[in-house]
Structures are given as structure tokens and as C-alpha cells.
């Protein structure tokens, strides 16, 4: 058995975020990706994986075959894989706006235990999360919240406070700096209200093309593209194996992308980049979690 090294990053997008589906669904052109079985906004390891690799040929890093294997185009690119295993970007935090306030991030109790087991898969060993919400209730951390909470056009009860195990564990994924957000923003509902809102509470942005010369919209130019709203919180799983040609240890592999790929913490995803999207901020998690 290969020995390997693993890591897990909170990415957080600082703009909206375009990870195209192959395939149209309803009145959307252009969809994000989502889990089949879930519907959960995701970003698929294949997309991830492309832009570290991206990245890693913009820095002209030195070990990039290493870590990701030859080119597509190289005469030898199915001599060997990559050493480094890209999982999908999971979605941990959904933005959702409040008609009584500020946008909520709002997650649900299946969300919740599956970070844990992924989290335990990669070494790390959080406290079980168990957590059962009432389908019009909502948990937050203020202990004194009386009134609805309203995301979007639906109205949720305060059904209690949220677990201070959940509250440390998600702000242990976040970061310290940011427990006054989290405490003012976190809102955990129903897994089957939380289903809903990540198909209704997505942003859909209309787009044309307009004629150069006749300076009117282009016939049948008229498009609608879904996006991840910015703030959205997702989190990342890498696994190093050993280089294939043995020249690298798997920690010597995980050194390069910590110190090296992801020494400035920013990483572009999916599409739209020249018009500024695609920006998340990348924060590993460390092993006291």
C-alpha cells in the first residue's frame, strides 16, 4: 500500500463562481454543476484538478508533472498518473439572502455529517454532529432570537441554538477571524427545505450579445447562466501519493503544494475569468480539528 499524505482547504469565493454542467436543464442555458442525488451545488475533481494543474503552469512550477502528470499533448502521457488526488469541492455554506437581514449562510444537517466523515477519511477526527431540525425550523447561534427568520420567501421558526460543537467545528474550517460573521450569519435548517433553496435561491444571470454594427441584440442571442453566488463556502480534500517515479515522498508532494501551488492562497475556477470571476480564497485546515 502506498503511503500518503492528505489535506483539506475551506475554499471560500470572493466572486461569483461558473462551473458549467454539460447539460441544459429547464429554462437554463448554462447550469452549474450539482450532485445527481442531492442537488447540492458542486464543483466535479476533473474541473479542480484543471485549475490546480493551470496554476501550476502559470508558476512555471518545476514539479508539475510530478504532481499532475504528463500533458494531455506529451508522447508519453499515459506512461503514468499524477501524484496528487483532487477530490470535488463540496458545498459547505450556502449564501442565501434574508428579508429580515443580512444574507444567511445556511447548511443542513446532511451537509453537516458528511464533512464529518469526509473529514475522518482524511485523518482528522471531529466530533460527531448530530443534529435533527424541524422541517419550518431553523438553528442559529444567538440564543435569544424570538422571531421568524425569513431566506428568501419562506418563513422559519427559531427551533433552539445551534450545538457549540457544530459552531467551533465549522469555525475551526473558517478561521478564527471570522467567529463574529459565522455568529451573526450561520443558520441550519431541514435537509429537504436546504434541498429547495439550492435549486431556488441560485442566481440566474440573463446575457446577450449586441451587433457591432447595428448595435441591437444578435438573433437568438439571448442566454441565462446559473453562478455560485460570492461567499459561498466549499471545502477541498487532497490526497499525495508517492511519485510514480519514486523521486518524491507523498509529504514531500503535499510540501510542494502548501509551500509552492498554494503559497499566494488564491485559485481561479471554471469559466468567465476575463470578465473577473471564478476567485476563491483557499485556507488549509489544520490537524487540531
Known amino acids: 500500500m502506498m503511503t500518503t499524505s492528505n489535506a483539506l482547504f475551506t475554499l471560500v469565493a470572493e466572486t461569483s463562481i461558473h462551473a458549467g454542467a454539460s447539460e441544459s436543464e429547464g429554462v437554463v442555458d448554462l447550469p452549474i454543476q450539482r450532485e445527481k442525488h442531492t442537488g447540492w451545488p458542486c464543483i466535479y475533481g476533473s474541473g479542480m484538478k484543471g485549475a490546480l494543474r493551470a496554476l501550476a503552469e502559470a508558476q512555471s512550477l518545476a514539479d508539475t508533472a510530478t504532481l499532475f502528470g504528463p500533458g494531455p499533448k506529451e508522447p508519453n502521457a499515459s506512461d503514468c498518473a499524477g501524484s496528487l488526488l483532487v477530490s470535488d469541492a463540496r458545498l459547505l455554506l450556502l449564501p442565501v439572502r434574508s428579508l ?13 455529517q458528511r ?39 419562506y418563513a422559519f421558526e427559531p427551533a433552539g441554538t445551534v450545538p457549540e ?9 473558517l478561521g478564527a477571524e471570522r467567529k463574529d460573521e459565522l455568529s451573526q450569519k450561520l443558520a441550519i435548517i431541514s435537509d429537504d427545505y436546504f434541498a429547495h433553496l439550492c435549486q431556488a ?19 437568438g442571442a439571448l442566454w441565462h447562466e446559473e453562478t455560485l453566488p460570492p461567499d459561498t463556502v466549499m471545502y477541498l480534500s487532497l490526497m499525495a501519493q508517492r511519485g510514480r517515479n519514486g523521486s518524491m515522498s507523498a509529504e514531500q508532494v503535499m510540501s510542494v503544494v502548501h509551500e509552492q501551488l498554494l503559497a499566494r492562497p488564491y485559485l481561479q475556477v471554471g469559466g468567465n475569468e476575463t470578465t473577473g470571476m471564478g476567485w476563491f480564497h483557499l485556507q488549509p485546515v489544520t490537524r487540531e480539528v
Open 100 to 112: 429580515t437581514g443580512h444574507y444567511r449562510w445556511v447548511c443542513c444537517p446532511a451537509l453537516l
Open 115 to 153: 464533512l464529518v466523515q469526509d473529514m475522518r477519511r482524511l485523518g482528522f477526527s471531529p466530533e460527531p454532529l448530530n443534529i435533527e431540525v424541524n422541517d419550518n425550523g431553523v438553528l442559529c447561534p444567538d440564543p435569544d432570537m424570538k422571531n421568524r427568520l425569513y431566506l428568501e420567501e
Open 165 to 173: 460543537a457544530i459552531f467551533k467545528q465549522l469555525l475551526a474550517l
Open 201 to 219: 435561491a441560485i442566481p440566474v444571470q440573463a446575457h446577450i450579445a449586441i451587433d457591432s454594427k447595428t448595435k441591437t441584440v444578435m438573433d
